[in-house]
């Protein structure tokens, strides 16, 4: 995008958010009344814990005046639809609801604000004066992340974490008060347990992106100069031989068993590159088609590598396996260990070869796909709370605010 359009939108949503402070202030000062939960995750999406977390709302409490905010050509719209109460991202009612909501509550740290969010969130002088921004967390933090997540920075009235340890590391990195930061769960957690009845025979493999890597067209498919950048680099040679593995494709294929490739959000403009990799036993997921939490509940098997979606598997009792390749270079490119240690902590063995991981996906595979029992005891002992009441506590934690 070229400077001069990047400066006309943003003064565009400056516009925009005035003209809802006048219509707020003079013609519609009653939706202050309403305390507003104002609730969004990507806008593209309804599929993370603002999803689970509005429909939990919608179906329980009823008397919540609880919005979720969403792209109108999102491939997630009619799956939120039946909740009602939807308002269209960025649009003239968006700007009207950010500004009276009482709770701003999000999956993703700028909350739900409306886009260009870095421009939106800096005129704070707009919105309701006692509104409280809840972070509602987009995965379990185990890294030093950056440091956007200060206190100083975030202002978040409640950070929900999902364990002691998590909360813990949280508070002293980033300098939150006590009471803040709360070990609640994720409110996606819910649907995790009691879903043994959906087990399929699938093998999911699932990284986590490369700041390196990422497409500046992203979400939308990679340029043609980035694709030709993305297959020279190690992420997808690894990984494309590890699909492209004869062996195991047979193996597998013997078995009744089917390989599911769905890269992090931010590798998914690179998508088309591993087309060739598709087989009979081996199948490329993008995210318009496959929804990430079905995927898990469905799958035997993960294979990951420092995502930490491992913490959703380890929540139901499956087994994993971390493909930590290029261990060095994640380290010091894209995330700092934090708290936890992968060989020490890790629900799974941490392999760094392709060849180490087929052997042990296929001894586990021969074993019925049951999790090692050593790393059973490290689940238990890094949840404080697996049962399906997260959003509940989530739901009490924001009212006692």
């Known amino acids: 995008m070229t400077k001069p359009i990047e400066i006309i939108k943003k003064a565009y949503a400056i516009i925009k958010l005035f003209f809802s402070y006048i219509w707020v202030k003079f013609f519609a000062n ?6 507003i939960w104002l609730i969004c995750e990507k806008i593209t999406e309804a599929r993370d814990n603002g999803y689970h977390l509005f429909a939990f709302l919608r179906q329980y409490h009823p008397e919540i005046s609880a919005y979720y905010v969403i792209k109108k050509d ?31 509550i999000s999956s993703q740290p700028a909350g739900a604000t409306p886009e260009p969010k870095s421009i939106i ?16 967390q987009h995965g379990i933090i185990k890294d ?29 990195t980033y300098k939150y008060p006590k009471g803040i930061v709360q070990n609640l769960g994720l409110c996606r957690f819910d649907n995790l347990l009691n879903s043994n009845s959906q087990r399929k025979k699938i093998i999911l493999v699932m990284p986590t992106f490369r700041k390196w890597l990422i497409s500046k067209k992203m979400p939308e498919e990679a340029s043609e100069n980035e694709k030709e950048i993305f297959l020279k680099s190690k992420y997808y040679s690894v990984f494309c031989d590890l699909l492209n593995n004869h062996y195991l494709q047979n193996y597998l294929s013997s078995k009744g068993y089917e390989l599911v490739f ?3 959000y931010a590798m ?40 930490s979606v491992f913490f959703d598997f380890a929540y139901m009792e499956k087994p994993e396996i971390f493909f930590q390749f290029d261990e060095s270079q994640y380290r010091s490119t894209h995330y700092k260990k934090g708290y936890f ?36 005891k490290r689940i238990h002992a890094f949840f404080d709370h697996r049962d399906n009441h997260n959003c509940e506590r989530t739901y009490e934690a924001i009212k006692r605010l």
């Open 144 to 172: 030093e992340l950056t440091h956007s997540f200060d206190y100083s920075v975030s202002g978040y009235s409640l950070f929900v974490c999902s364990s002691q340890r998590e909360q813990d590391f949280v508070e002293k």
């Open 268 to 307: 998914q403009p690179y998508i088309q590159c591993f087309s060739q990799c598709s087989s009979d036993v081996v199948t490329i997921a993008d995210r318009y088609h496959y929804d990430v939490q079905n995927l898990l509940i469905q799958s035997s098997c993960l294979i990951t590598d420092f995502s």
């Open 262 to 264: 769905y890269p992090h």
């Open 30 to 35: 009653d939706i202050m009344k309403d305390d």
């Open 121 to 136: 969130n800096k005129l704070k002088k707009f919105k309701r004066k006692d509104q409280h921004i809840v972070f509602l």
């Open 341 to 376: 240690d992968y060989r020490e902590d890790g629900f799974g063995p941490v392999f760094y070869e392709a060849d180490q991981v087929v052997a042990y996906l296929i001894n586990l595979i021969e074993n019925g796909c049951r999790i090692e029992e050593q790393y059973r």
């Open 74 to 104: 999102s491939v997630d719209y009619e799956k939120i639809r039946p909740y009602g109460n939807i308002i269209f991202a960025n649009t003239f009612k968006h700007y009207l609801y950010y500004i009276c909501a009482l709770y701003n």
